[in-house]
């Protein structure tokens, strides 16, 4: 496991952008899947965006494709650029990683379970006002 400490969430208006970042105590290029998830008060915790090492796999949630992009700009960084947010936006957001796999799950889904990464920052708070 790492540690992972995320950074960048603030309130901003409708339409603006954030970039979160959350930075690793080792090598998440090293991980075979990192992700952002958020939640929001009163919901489960929801997958966003991921990315697989083995070929650089990218996923979204329908929700923010087209919106939200996730990368890997530094070995110990994960990043998450969201443009044009909405109000629905609002939420905790956290950064995992998985250091192997552990579901038997096809990969299109896999990246959607919470019980596949094994380590979790503490979050930052993204809020969107209308």
């Known amino acids: 496991q790492v540690q992972l400490v995320e950074s960048g969430g603030e309130s901003v208006q409708a339409g603006r952008s954030l970039q979160l970042s959350c930075t690793s105590s080792?090598?998440?290029?090293?991980?075979?899947?990192v992700a952002w998830f958020r939640q929001a008060p009163g919901k489960e915790r929801e997958a966003v965006a991921a990315l697989y090492s083995n070929g650089g796999r990218l996923f979204y949630d329908d929700s923010v494709k087209g919106r939200f992009s996730i990368s890997r700009p530094a070995y110990n960084t994960l990043r998450l650029q969201m443009n044009n947010l909405k109000p629905e936006d609002t939420a905790t957001y956290f950064c995992?990683?998985?250091?192997?796999?552990?579901?038997?799950?096809?990969?299109?889904?896999?990246?959607?379970?919470?019980?596949?990464?094994?380590?979790w920052g503490q979050g930052t708070q993204v809020t969107v006002s209308s």
């Open positions: 080792g090598s998440i290029v090293a991980m075979y899947l």
């Open positions: 995992a990683t998985a250091s192997r796999q552990k579901s038997g799950v096809p990969y299109d889904t896999r990246w959607r379970d919470p019980d596949e990464y094994d380590s």
